[in-house]
């Protein structure tokens, strides 16, 4: 094998969605079946022995693209020549616990985390945050690294994007693979707007397809948006499997790029399109090619959707102003 090992950072690597990712990234999933990685195991000290014991498993595996593994709790060491970092370890919201609370709290986690990235990272490094709340962590951090280009910071909104798919599938009798063109819009929480207006289902438009306004309004929005809670009711714990296979997605086609006619969703800078604040890291239709995401330009944006975009977007301006307030950015 003659390729140079791409090194892959993971955050919270001793987690439940660490424990589902590690071993797909290692397989070749994340990068291509030709491209070997050497992976960078990040977690906080109580978290080093579970993380030590995936890498023994990792070990078990016997990948023949993986080239090393590493474990650290310092983000300096962790973040070191990284060319891609997927932070994925974040401080749960608990109970009592206030949305400026868990906003602050993961400021401490993000903020020397962008730092780190900022002071060590490969020039080529791209950043995908999964850890909730996804956005404005991804823009803390950010905020931290002046010296690399804010467009490497982004936000995961695949799982969203994927849900979608799976519901306007179950309800169009469509495959997944003939939906094209479906749209996150805004912020990774129960805001979130899943657009099927620009999409197509075998072809036709999604929406003229389903030609029913109050099944979107009433089912397949909040069924999307708030899957993450039913999950939750339903296992007794958050999507692990689910947020591993969207990471490794958001990743792929952030390296290997979209079909020509096709487009997905993250959460990128803006850069104003759409009336969304320049700056803010909103979920937008994107496409991809050269390692870069382009945000889908000249859609029109009817009634239904502007006032739910808008809504989502102004949740992530709240917390724009929550974490500079509390310094964070
Ligand atoms: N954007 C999305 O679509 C989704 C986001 N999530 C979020 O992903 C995050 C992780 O979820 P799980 O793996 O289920 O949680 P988990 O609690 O099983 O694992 C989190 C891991 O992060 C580690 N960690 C905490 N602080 C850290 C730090 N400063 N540096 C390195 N590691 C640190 C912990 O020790 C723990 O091992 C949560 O915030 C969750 O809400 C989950 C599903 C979907
Ligand atoms: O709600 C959570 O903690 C997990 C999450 O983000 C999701 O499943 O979308």
């Not at 990235?117 to 962590?137: E, F, M, Y």
């Not at 849900?163 to 912020?187: C, D, F, H, M, Y």
Request: proline fraction near 5%; glycine fraction near 10%.
């Amino acid at each position: 094998m003659t390729r140079t090992p791409v090194t892959v950072t993971v955050t919270g690597a001793a987690g439940q969605i660490g424990y589902a990712l590690l071993f797909r990234i290692a397989s070749g999933q994340l990068l291509g079946a030709d491209v070997p990685v050497k992976l960078r195991l990040l977690e906080i000290p109580q978290g080093l022995k579970a993380a030590e014991g995936t890498a023994m498993e990792l070990d078990d595996c016997a990948f023949p693209l993986l080239q090393g593994i590493d474990i650290s709790d310092d983000p300096n060491v962790g973040f070191d020549g990284a060319n891609v970092a997927l932070l994925v370890g974040a401080r749960p919201r608990t109970k009592g616990m206030e949305r400026g609370d868990l906003l602050e709290a993961n400021g401490g986690i993000f903020k020397p985390q962008g730092k780190a990235i900022n002071d060590h990272a490969a020039d080529d490094i791209k950043v995908l945050v999964v850890g909730n709340p996804a956005n404005t962590n991804a823009l803390i951090a950010q905020a931290a690294a002046p010296d690399v280009p804010a467009e490497r910071f982004t936000a995961m909104t695949r799982l969203d994007h994927n849900r979608a798919l799976s519901q306007l599938s179950k309800k169009t009798g469509v495959p997944v693979g003939e939906i094209k063109k479906l749209t996150i819009w805004g912020n990774h929480s129960a805001t979130q707007y899943p657009d099927v207006f620009h999409a197509e289902v075998a072809g036709k438009n999604a929406a003229e397809v389903v030609n029913d306004e109050q099944w979107l309004a009433d089912t397949f929005i909040p069924t999307v948006a708030k899957r993450g809670a039913a999950i939750i009711e339903a296992r007794g714990a958050s999507s692990a499997a689910s947020a591993a296979n969207a990471a490794i997605d958001h990743v792929h086609t952030w390296v290997n790029g979209t079909d020509a006619d096709n487009w997905t969703s993250a959460g990128v800078v803006s850069d104003g399109s759409y009336g969304v604040p320049e700056g803010l890291i909103s979920s937008f239709p994107v496409t991809a090619a050269n390692g870069k995401f382009e945000i889908v330009q000249g859609l029109d944006v009817n009634e239904f959707s502007r006032t739910r975009i808008d809504a989502s977007v102004k949740e992530l301006e709240e917390e724009r102003e929550a974490v500079r307030g509390l310094g964070l950015i």
